[in-house]
């Protein structure tokens, strides 16, 4: 079964490094997002991208992040200058289509740890 | 604003029973989607049922079936002949038309005992 596959699975870095975690969405899928857990907490929507431009995005989606598809195949997350409270699980999703009930596939997450 | 809420942190059910797991939802709409997702230790979430809200036939996939009750805002998932793999977290999630973001409610840990 086509899966989403993300790296690293876990990646540690010092506050205000930049951090990049990577994604490959399901080949023939047209929608990629990102979302988040922060441990112990929900799970809440970070941004949906589509055409090669962001769609929707959330609050927390501020300046420090963006996110690209640099080659066609990898959806990319990047933090620019983490801080404490961006270590979390992020998980990225892709889904064929928007409308309906569109079901989302999802990864098995990156850990992102900030000291 | 919308809000998914799921009362029971944690739930456990003896293998073979059946187990209904807690969902409610706040929404002004009147069409949207909802969702569980089941998210097992190796933490890829999984896709269990899903229900489109103008259908009053509640969703059911094999062992999994929902009880939606959309006066209620209620969005119960009813887990029969429970099995061991069931064990996981269980997110509820619920999705405006017109829109990317699903909202996720806090989880339910199913527990399942031999």
């Known amino acids: 079964e086509p899966e989403v596959t993300q790296t690293p699975s876990h990646q540690v870095t010092q506050m205000g490094q930049e951090v990049i975690l990577r994604c490959v969405p399901i080949s023939n899928h047209l929608y990629f997002y990102w979302y988040r857990q922060i441990l112990g907490q929900k799970v809440e929507f970070l941004v949906s991208?589509?055409?090669?431009?962001?769609?929707?995005k959330s609050e927390i989606f501020d300046d420090q992040f963006s996110v690209e598809r640099p080659d066609g195949s990898n959806f990319t997350l990047k933090i620019r200058s983490t801080k404490l409270e961006d270590s979390a699980m992020y998980f990225c999703?892709?889904?064929?289509?928007?409308?309906?009930?569109?079901?989302?596939?999802f990864g098995a997450g990156s850990r992102l740890t900030v000291l | 604003a919308q809000t998914v809420t799921q009362s029971q942190p944690e739930m456990s059910v003896q293998e073979a029973e059946t187990v209904t797991l807690s969902c409610t939802y706040d929404t002004s709409e009147s069409d949207y989607y909802l969702f569980w997702y089941k998210q097992p230790p190796s933490r890829q979430m999984i896709l269990v049922i899903r229900?489109?809200?103008?259908?009053?036939q509640n969703a059911t996939e094999n062992r999994f079936s929902v009880n939606f009750q959309k006066a209620a805002k209620s969005f119960s998932l009813k887990i029969s002949d429970s099995q061991l793999g069931d064990a996981a977290m269980y997110f509820c999630a619920y999705r405006e038309i017109n829109t990317d973001k699903l909202i996720f409610g806090t989880g339910t840990r199913l527990q399942v005992f031999p």
């Open positions: 999703a892709s889904s064929a289509s928007r409308s309906g009930a569109n079901v989302l596939t």
């Open positions: 991208f589509y055409n090669n431009e962001i769609s929707e």
């Open positions: 229900q489109e809200a103008y259908k009053q």
